[in-house]
């Protein structure tokens, strides 16, 4: 059943858009902005390069992910900076929502697929916005700083149409694969989260994953 748009306005346990430090910073990041594609560009912008892209950031407790705490933080990985857009835009009065997908990075950089053995990402975390009439995908997972080092295309967002990352980098070689959905939700599912990584990694490479980050 199809939750009402209402619903995606609503604080939950994780995306607490309520809390006051996310409603200042709606504040400062919309002031003198009326329409929801504005505001809603603002906030996605601020996500992307505000707040550093970090795969080993925690998040083996519940309230790592909650976004005034990513906010605090100023940094987080792909599913924490997802939950972040979601409390700023809710705060915003912009319905929005997780999403989540498997992808394989074609090229890594860093040394974390060499650690986990593998170039699946296991529900990477991203958005969607309601904005004039529709929902549009939203991708803020890399900051533009990042891009720059490892010629990645950045992500850009008008407001309007899907952001989501590209299949090539900047030298035409294949990078990001979109290998399988899992819908969209109100609230972090991370039991749901977590046994699907477990299913798809396996124990040895989860738990690995899970240490690396504390």
């Not at 977590?194 to 504390?214: N, S």
Request: net charge negative.
């Amino acid at each position: 059943m199809e939750l009402s748009l209402a619903e995606y306005l609503k604080p939950t346990p994780t995306i607490d858009c309520d809390a006051p430090s996310i409603q200042e910073k709606v504040k400062e990041l919309t002031y003198g902005r009326e329409e929801d594609v504005l505001k809603a560009v603002s906030l996605f912008y601020f996500v992307r390069d505000e707040i550093k892209y970090d795969v080993y950031a925690e998040h083996h407790l519940p309230e790592h992910y909650k976004a005034s705490v990513i906010l605090a933080r100023q940094s987080g990985y792909c599913v924490q900076k997802a939950v972040l857009l979601t409390a700023l835009a809710r705060a915003a009065g912009i319905p929005a929502r997780l999403m989540f997908a498997t992808i394989k990075n074609h090229i890594p950089f860093g040394n974390l697929e060499q650690v986990m053995q593998t170039d699946l990402f296991v529900y990477h975390g991203y958005n969607e916005l309601y904005i004039r009439g529709k929902w549009v995908k939203a991708t803020p997972t890399f900051n533009l700083k990042l891009c720059r080092e490892h010629g990645i295309i950045p992500v850009e967002f008008d407001g309007t149409q899907d952001a989501i990352f590209h299949s090539h980098n900047l030298e035409g070689k294949l990078h990001m694969e979109y290998l399988i959905h899992y819908g969209h939700h109100l609230d972090l599912p991370l039991d749901e989260m977590r046994a699907e990584r477990l299913k798809i990694y396996g124990p040895v490479t989860y738990e690995r994953l899970e240490m690396l980050k504390r």
